[in-house]
């Protein structure tokens, strides 16, 4: 770290006097946890949700199903954050995925569900095959629409495959928690203490990431969507993720309703396997990320905004950690965040130089682009402060 050398004055000439600069949009870890926390319970329990849920419940199997169903939230939420390392989504943004998931999605499919299997009934067909042909079509169409809602109102925020997962994964959590309290309070009216340890175990434990991970399909293909200039598959790509995420969830469902064995039976040989195919591919995509913003910070080291290490750095999760203990050590707690920030906006001045080469940005990205600099050269004074007595304005 004692290598960073920028060359550059603090304000660039580009820069209109008086331009504000912006600040990192970096969520905490804790904060963020603490609002799934906050909310978790609320989401679920919506006026119209909760009306739906007690009347097959009752408030003992309400209040059992929402203790339960949120001991699985945290930890993957926190798989979700981990994964969002580079460039951190806002906190509104990812709060919003959460809470369409349980509310507008779950309750949009308890009421089409219900509907659809009442109408199969009456037609003479057998009510499960609503499970693996209605539900998964309209699970993932509600759930998708979070994502895509995000993508329509914050296309700035919005800048591939990971934001894609990392969205689509927290409308799957909260879809999943809500209906978690559904199926263990069911379940403990009906069949009692016994029966609810095992769905908990079932649901909770063996497969707590298989509705965010269904919805990391469609994700996938909206992300893919926006790093695109081909307009084919900017349509393509989201119908084909969508598509992706219905089989998975049918599958899913099938493998459920043709008993315990068969249910073992796939879940060892086929949802395994594609949850480790998931894995690998989103850790593939964060590291990715790394490559994308070593590749567009370069041209700042040409240019003297930036130095050689601090690229380095930049482009590596370990070395942003190593960073900021560094900082820490030398500068205390104000010199951490300062670098904390500064990692956070030189992401985001990476994808903005990304979507610069694109053609994809917004006709103030040159200005943008310099008061960024601008701000992470006030930012390393901080946590380099004979860097700024060397460089005064």
């Known amino acids: 770290?004692?290598?960073?050398?920028?060359?550059?004055?603090?304000s660039p000439a580009g820069l209109p006097p008086g331009y504000p600069l912006p600040a990192p949009r970096r969520p905490r870890v804790l904060a963020t946890l603490g609002w799934v926390a906050a909310f978790a319970v609320l989401v679920g329990c919506t006026l119209l949700t909760i009306l739906v849920i007690t009347s097959e419940t009752g408030a003992l199997g309400l209040v059992t199903g929402s203790v339960l169903a949120v001991v699985p939230v945290f930890p993957v939420v926190a798989v979700y954050l981990w994964l969002d390392r580079y460039e951190a989504e806002p906190p509104s943004l990812?709060?919003?995925?959460?809470?369409w998931g349980a509310g507008v999605a779950t309750f949009a499919a308890l009421v089409i569900n219900t509907a659809s299997?009442?109408?199969?009934?009456?037609?003479?067909?057998?009510?499960?095959?609503?499970?693996?042909?209605?539900?998964?079509?309209?699970?993932?169409t509600m759930k998708g629409l979070a994502i895509v809602l995000i993508l329509l109102v914050r296309r700035r925020e919005f800048d591939g495959v990971v934001d894609g997962i990392v969205y689509a994964g927290m409308a799957g959590i909260g879809f999943a928690f809500v209906e978690n309290v559904l199926y263990l309070g069911r379940t403990l009216m009906e069949s009692?203490?016994?029966?609810?340890?095992?769905?908990?175990?079932?649901?909770?434990?063996?497969?707590?990431?298989?509705?965010?991970?269904?919805?990391?399909?469609?994700?996938?293909?909206?992300?893919?969507?926006?790093?695109?200039?081909?307009?084919?598959?900017?349509?393509?790509?989201?119908?084909l993720g969508w598509a992706v995420?219905?089989?998975?969830?049918?599958?899913?469902?099938y493998s459920a309703s043709s008993g315990l064995g068969g249910f073992l039976l796939a879940y060892i040989a086929f949802?395994?396997?594609?949850?480790?195919?998931?894995?690998?591919?989103?850790?593939?995509?964060?590291?990715?990320?790394?490559r994308l913003i070593g590749r567009h910070l370069e041209v700042y080291c040409s240019t003297g905004w930036l130095s050689p290490s601090e690229v380095q750095m930049l482009a590596s999760i370990p070395g942003r950690r190593e960073a900021r203990s560094w900082a820490s050590r030398t500068g205390g707690s104000a010199a951490r965040r300062a670098m904390r920030d500064f990692q956070e906006m030189a992401s985001e001045l990476a994808f903005l130089r990304e979507r610069m080469i694109r053609g994809s940005a917004p006709?103030?990205?040159?200005?943008?682009?310099?008061?960024?600099?601008?701000?992470?050269?006030?930012?390393?004074a901080v946590f380099l402060p004979q860097w700024a007595a060397n460089h005064p304005r």
């Open 1 to 10: 770290m004692s290598e960073f050398a920028p060359y550059q004055p603090s």
């Open 94 to 99: 990812l709060v919003l995925a959460f809470l």
């Open 117 to 140: 299997v009442a109408a199969i009934q009456q037609a003479g067909g057998d009510a499960s095959s609503g499970a693996i042909f209605v539900a998964p079509v309209v699970e993932e």
């Open 192 to 239: 009692g203490t016994a029966g609810t340890v095992f769905v908990f175990v079932l649901r909770c434990v063996a497969s707590p990431f298989a509705h965010p991970l269904f919805t990391a399909a469609t994700g996938i293909g909206l992300g893919l969507a926006v790093r695109t200039r081909n307009p084919l598959l900017k349509l393509l790509y989201p119908v």
């Open 245 to 253: 995420a219905v089989l998975l969830h049918g599958a899913w469902n």
């Open 271 to 290: 949802q395994v396997p594609v949850f480790l195919g998931f894995v690998a591919l989103a850790v593939y995509a964060r590291r990715r990320e790394g």
């Open 363 to 380: 006709q103030d990205a040159r200005t943008t682009e310099y008061a960024m600099l601008a701000s992470m050269s006030q930012l390393r």
